[in-house]
């Protein structure tokens, strides 16, 4: 077939092209997520007729529990009244002890009905926030799972993590305890005020007041919180997405030494997070503390009015004492209102961030969906005028108006420089996107009218940078079966399957290899396995299912020369009778394709048959030019390298066909308990015991830098503890005066006005005190969040690679961690403390005063206080265990949910979205179950300790009430004291309402005591031995090696290998023979198990490998850019005032991509986006290399560092690589041979040795194991 130009009128580009209106809408639309504000009642969108059935059951328990919470004060009122009566004559002795009596058994009957309507709703409402979170979640990862792919290209996994987690909880604790405590105290406020008009509706209605003025602080302050809050969520989120960005490129991060820079980026959002967090906890203050100021203010009106009403006669004293008191019980459950109704607030926010993408509907999506499938798929798919632009990148034009045609059962190459559009056309087929202009078709037929996941069951995608899930080689290959007949087929069905899509990808043997074979477990993101691995394993899950339509986009691009001709030709066989489009930059691996397709800037320029480009002598044949491998036998010059191997590791026949290596079996076992030693210490997982007296010194350390500060808060905390005795003796001077005959008129009123007049002093004095601690206690609370969870992202970013390898610390798990602990340590922090130490101040200030006034009713009410304090001791227990749980159980969630948004594009093009939300439920559920077990144990006890005051009330009344009745005790004495028995009972409430936070506290604060404590040796400075300024000598001794998670798989087995400083070292062989191995073990990612490996004559174990760092750079095989300007990523881990504009210009035009920055519309300043989503594979792997060139290494690391560039730009950046090697000693692993053919030295690794080395014209004579691989990459035949 003849090489067809383009037509010339098609050459010329079309810089007069611009985006229509039309084109700008659809664009924005594909990245839009609505701004929804959504209503408190929305949040329950998800429950089911049971789950309603619950709620309103519950909510019936909790208003007969708030009403029953206001009876006291009735009962109070008429208890008071008799013996007042008694006091004053009015009664006798026995009749008093008889009403006494009968009140008393009133209160058992309460504490009876609080204990069962405050159980039940208690668990209603918990069970209800568990569940209904957990369908809000599921629902949210649904809605994730089916968005368009340009919306990922704005959002991070970090984000979504934080969603998932903290928002989501904070929704669970909008509808789920705190409504039960919400309605009871709505309910109690409803029943005191119906009680307060039943008694005096002229009283009752001066006073009524009070609460509206209550009503109005809490509006308006509700409206400023949620703003706060909603700023705060934001800042937080982006905080999450830098975490999960820098974590899950770890290894980069700690190669650039960039740890510290990215971490400040990290705590500058933090800061602005801080600022609202602090606003929003002053704001709250200022509302409690205006609360308690009303209260008190009320109570002094109530007295004041009341004594004027009573001396008219237009009322009783108890009828003034039960209005004053049901006033004051429904007034403070007002102030019991704020904390429920500022969490509702935030659940609320939190509520509108998720169901504004669980209501997101991606664009382009009909309502009904597509349902139209072909009845045979014959294969041919053709571009119409395709124009797309990516949504991320609106200022570019990636394909202009590109027609193509890909014939059926034939297979199709596309070819081009970096950034021409060819992987667009792949993602284009898969419909991750759709035409900003023009059409794709399928048969003749539109793909966006055909059906989405019908279309992917027939299309399989092996990506460049192949994804793979955290669970064993086989279930990864089985997922290729999903959506197809054979996905419920019986066991021993798809076993066969799997293995026989393992052979066909050449993955067969290393599989069954591996000690658990099939079972063996690939980690997040397959990181326990080599690259080659992880894509053999990914093109067996795309063959496994047999697809009309197989995409390849570099495909083999990670394959050794063997493994991908073996690869390759099972590749052809299987396209035989199947479409096939493959996107390839080493055009030996297409060179047999029936059309090649080539782009440049987005237009197809050539296309034809290999040979006929070729003679075309065109663009296709430039770019084979620079892939021509020299196979002449002829030596080059001798070179001066130093290379050492052990002839007992070569002893090997290298005619043989069979390529195992015999290993000297006293080098293979060396010190093998010390291997067995060294493995298990870095698998050693800090279980320590702490004590509470140590957790609470670890917590408080972080407040060093504002203990004066911390120290005036709770100074102001004492103050404002102290509120509450004092006024008790106000109230029972008023209750005394007012008990006085209405005729002694003077006196009455003079007293009543004394002490109601300081009720209105004390209520600005706690206006004052709250304010001034919650600004103070909330500063230092809110630095603590800032710091400890700054302090966990360093941590994590100075622990070694094996951390980071283990199962458990996904990178989901991880942000999940850092977004949640900080917050939940808080609740050891000072708001907390400053809360503990007001509730002691009361609890103590109370049992003072009433001992002092009347020992013996002060004793019996001290008493109490224990029983209250065992009871929520034990309540905290439990919801400390219970809290444990929950936390492990939402990080494996989060993290499950994190590794599906990171692979979205594997995700959807395996059709799992069912598979990962299925599994997702499924975790759910498990956890749904086991947490509404623990509770109903919880519930208990919280009921009880919720209703035991009315037994403590009853208990002080009738022992009281029997002193005075006896004549030991006065009114004043038992008024006073029984109501600071009251306060002990509100007080010990008040302590343990903070149990749940202290329960998080503790468990966290012992868990980042673990991690700090943690030996992290892998990236911290060393104060042994220093080498601040390398030479570049690289030496390997005896060097054995195994993954620490895998330490029966031996990657290096007694590895000898000496480097001479400025040498270029090239690393070549199978895929897992340990060339990545030894560039992770110069950069000290991880220690050998045995041997040596020194630079420049020291051991690097005794380096300070952050010093180091700055003269050995690594540039991955997966580039990965950060968010921030191209110049931020450039100049990461670096000082920008040591480096000029132009030493950036340099450094970019020996990468070969300064032209393309000067092209762009803010050049150097141009957003990277989220891990460099806005630049081609090939653009981020050049704006690596230039972030290397920069740093003018000593020592110089390439993993396969040209396999994503097209073969012009290929030439270009390793021309300027040879050019810099000579200035460095270079190690270059590499499976494309033409990148190398210039190396000092390459050296064949197997099975963890070197078998050959030599120049590459030694290795070529010699036809060995080198030359069989340059010969399957050769384009000549």
Request: glycine share 8%; proline share 3%.
């Amino acid at each position: 077939m003849a090489a067809t130009p383009l037509p010339a009128a098609l050459k010329v580009a079309d810089d007069s092209e611009t985006k229509t209106a039309s084109e700008q809408d659809i664009l924005a639309q594909h990245i839009a997520t609505p701004n929804l504000d959504i209503s408190y009642f929305q949040l329950f969108r998800y429950a089911t007729k049971i789950d309603i059935v619950i709620i309103a059951v519950s909510l019936l328990c909790a208003i007969i529990a708030g009403a029953i919470t206001t009876m006291p004060a009735l009962l109070i009122g008429l208890l008071i009244g008799s013996i007042q009566d008694n006091w004053s004559g009015g009664t006798s002795q026995n009749e008093s002890s008889r009403e006494l009596t009968r009140f008393t058994i009133y209160f058992v009957y309460l504490f009876v009905g609080e204990l069962v309507t405050c159980y039940i709703a208690t668990i209603g409402f918990i069970r209800t926030g568990i569940v209904l979170s957990s369908r809000i979640r599921e629902q949210y990862l649904r809605a994730l799972l089916r968005q368009n792919i340009a919306f990922f290209d704005n959002i991070g996994a970090g984000e979504i993590a934080t969603h998932i987690t903290a928002d989501a909880n904070l929704i669970r604790d909008g509808i789920s305890e705190k409504v039960n405590i919400a309605v009871q105290c709505t309910s109690s406020i409803v029943t005191a005020f119906v009680i307060s008009f039943i008694k005096d509706w002229k009283l009752s209605l001066i006073l009524v007041s009070s609460p509206l003025c209550i009503c109005i602080i809490l509006a308006l302050s509700g409206l400023v919180l949620t703003k706060y809050r909603q700023r705060w969520l934001g800042e937080t989120a982006e905080a999450g997405n830098i975490a999960e960005e820098v974590l899950s490129s770890i290894r980069t991060v700690v190669g650039l030494n960039a740890q510290s820079e990215l971490a400040a980026r990290h705590d500058e959002i933090l800061a602005r997070a801080e600022r609202w967090a602090v606003m929003s906890r002053l704001l709250t203050g200022s509302v409690l503390g205006a609360v308690y100021a009303v209260i008190y203010m009320a109570i002094g009106l109530g007295f004041w009015m009341g004594s004027r009403f009573l001396v008219a006669g237009t009322t009783s004293y108890i009828d003034i004492l039960t209005i004053i008191l049901a006033t004051v019980t429904g007034i403070a459950c007002l102030g019991g209102i704020v904390p429920p109704l500022q969490v509702f607030a935030v659940a609320t926010s939190a509520g509108s961030r998720l169901y504004s993408t669980i209501d997101r509907k991606p664009p382009g999506a009909s309502d009904p969906l597509p349902t139209k499938t072909l009845d045979t798929v014959v294969g041919r798919i053709e571009f119409v005028n395709v124009k797309h632009i990516y949504p991320s990148r609106p200022d570019i034009t990636v394909l202009h108006n590109l027609s193509m045609v890909v014939e059926p059962g034939k297979t199709t190459a596309i070819v081009g420089p970096s950034g021409s559009g060819k992987s667009t056309i792949i993602e284009l087929i898969e419909r991750f996107y759709d035409p900003i202009a023009g059409q794709v078709l399928l048969d003749g037929h539109k793909l966006d009218s055909l059906n989405l996941n019908w279309l992917r069951q027939h299309v399989s995608l092996v990506q460049q940078s192949p994804t793979l899930f955290a669970t064993t080689i086989f279930e990864n290959i089985r997922h290729g079966l999903v959506g197809t007949p054979h996905e419920d087929a019986s066991g021993e069905k798809i076993h066969g399957l799997v293995y026989d899509a393992a052979r066909i990808a050449n993955a067969h043997d290393f599989i069954s290899k591996l000690p658990d074979g099939y079972d063996t477990l690939v980690g997040e993101a397959g990181v326990l396995l080599s690259g080659g691995q992880k894509q053999r394993i990914a093109i067996a899950r795309a063959l496994v299912r047999d697809p009309k339509i197989l995409l390849l986009d570099e495909a083999t691009s990670a394959l050794d020369s063997t493994s991908e001709a073996i690869v390759q030709a099972a590749i052809d066989k299987a396209s035989q009778g199947r479409t096939t489009v493959v996107v390839a930059h080493r055009l030996s691996t297409i060179k047999a394709a029936d059309h090649i397709v080539v782009l440049a800037d987005g237009r197809l320029v050539e296309q034809g048959t290999h040979h006929a480009l070729l003679e075309n002598n065109g663009t296709y044949a430039s770019l084979a030019k620079t892939q021509i491998i020299n196979l002449d036998k002829q030596n080059s010059s001798d070179r001066d390298v130093s290379l050492e191997v052990s002839n007992s590791r070569i002893a090997v026949d290298l005619s043989e066909k069979d390529n195992v290596i015999t290993q000297d079996p006293e080098k293979q076992t060396c010190d093998e308990t010390q291997v067995n030693a060294n493995t298990a210490k870095r698998l050693e997982t800090p279980n320590k015991a702490y004590r509470l007296r140590t957790l609470f010194k670890f917590v408080l350390g972080f407040h060093k830098d504002h203990k004066l500060l911390m120290l005036q808060g709770l100074l102001w905390s004492i103050q404002a503890g102290a509120g509450a005795p004092v006024q008790a003796v106000f109230l029972a001077k008023c209750l005394v005066a007012l008990a006085q005959s209405p005729g002694n008129y003077g006196q009455l009123r003079s007293e009543t006005n004394l002490w109601a007049g300081m009720h209105v002093l004390i209520g600005f004095a706690q206006l004052f005190a709250y304010t001034a601690q919650a600004y103070t206690l909330g500063k230092c609370t809110e630095a603590l969040v800032r710091q400890v969870s700054n302090k966990i992202l360093k941590a994590l970013l100075d622990q070694n690679m094996t951390f980071f390898d283990m199962e458990e610390h996904g990178v989901g798990a991880l942000v999940s961690f850092i977004s949640t602990e900080p917050s939940s340590v808080a609740g050891m922090g000072c708001s907390v403390l400053g809360a503990l130490i007001m509730a002691f101040t009361t609890l103590i200030a109370a049992v003072a005063t009433s001992i002092a006034v009347g020992w013996k009713l002060g004793l019996v009410g001290a008493a109490t206080v224990p029983v209250l304090l065992i009871c929520g001791f034990f309540r905290y227990r439990i919801l400390a265990q219970l809290d444990a749980h929950l936390r492990k159980s939402y990080q494996e969630t989060a993290s499950l949910a994190g590794e599906a948004v990171t692979a979205i594009r594997t995700v959807m093009s395996l059709n799992r979205q069912e598979r990962v939300t299925g599994k997702f439920h499924d975790q759910l559920a498990e956890q749904d179950m086991r947490s509404i077990r623990s509770s109903l144990k919880s519930s208990v006890l919280y009921a009880f300790s919720q209703s035991a005051g009315m037994l403590c009330t009853a208990l002080g009344l009738w022992y009281g009430g029997t002193l005075v009745i006896s004549g030991e005790y006065n009114l004043f004495q038992f008024i006073l004291s029984f109501a600071a028995i009251n306060i002990c009972g509100e007080a010990t409430g008040s302590i343990f309402s903070s149990s749940p936070d202290l329960a998080k506290a503790i468990h966290s604060a012992a868990r980042l005591k673990s991690l700090f404590e943690q030996d992290q040796t892998g990236h911290s400075s060393c104060d042994t031995e220093t080498q601040p300024l390398l030479e570049g000598e690289v030496d390997f001794r005896g060097v054995h090696f195994a993954y620490p998670t895998r330490p029966e798989r031996r990657i290096l087995n007694g590895l000898d290998l000496s480097i001479d400083k400025g040498k270029y070292i090239a690393l070549v062989g199978g895929s897992g023979c340990g060339k990545s191995t030894v560039v992770a073990l110069v950069e000290r990612f991880y220690s050998p198990l045995a041997g040596t490996v020194k630079i420049d004559g020291i051991d690097v174990a005794s380096m300070d490998m952050k010093a180091a760092r700055q003269q050995v750079v690594l540039v991955d095989q997966e580039p990965t850019l950060f968010q921030g300007t191209i110049r931020q990523n450039l100049l990461l881990g670096l000082d920008p005032s040591q480096y000029t504009q132009q030493d950036l210009e340099d450094a970019c035009k020996g990468a070969h991509i300064l032209e393309f920055i000067v092209s762009l519309p803010n050049g150097f300043d141009t957003q990277c986006g989220g891990k460099g989503n806005n630049f081609s594979g090939g653009q981020k792997q050049r704006l690596a290399i230039a972030r290397a060139l920069l740093r003018r290494p000593k020592i110089l690391l390439l993993d396969e560092v040209t396999s994503a560039l097209d073969s012009e730009s290929q030439r270009m950046v390793q021309t300027a690589l040879d050019e810099a090697a000579k200035e460095r000693t270079t190690i270059a692993i590499a499976h494309r041979l033409s990148a190398i053919q210039n190396a000092d030295l390459i050296c064949y690794l197997e099975n963890g040795i070197v078998v050959e080395a030599g120049t590459h014209a030694e290795l070529i004579q010699r036809r060995g194991r080198y030359f069989a691989m340059s010969s399957l990459q050769s384009l000549e035949g």
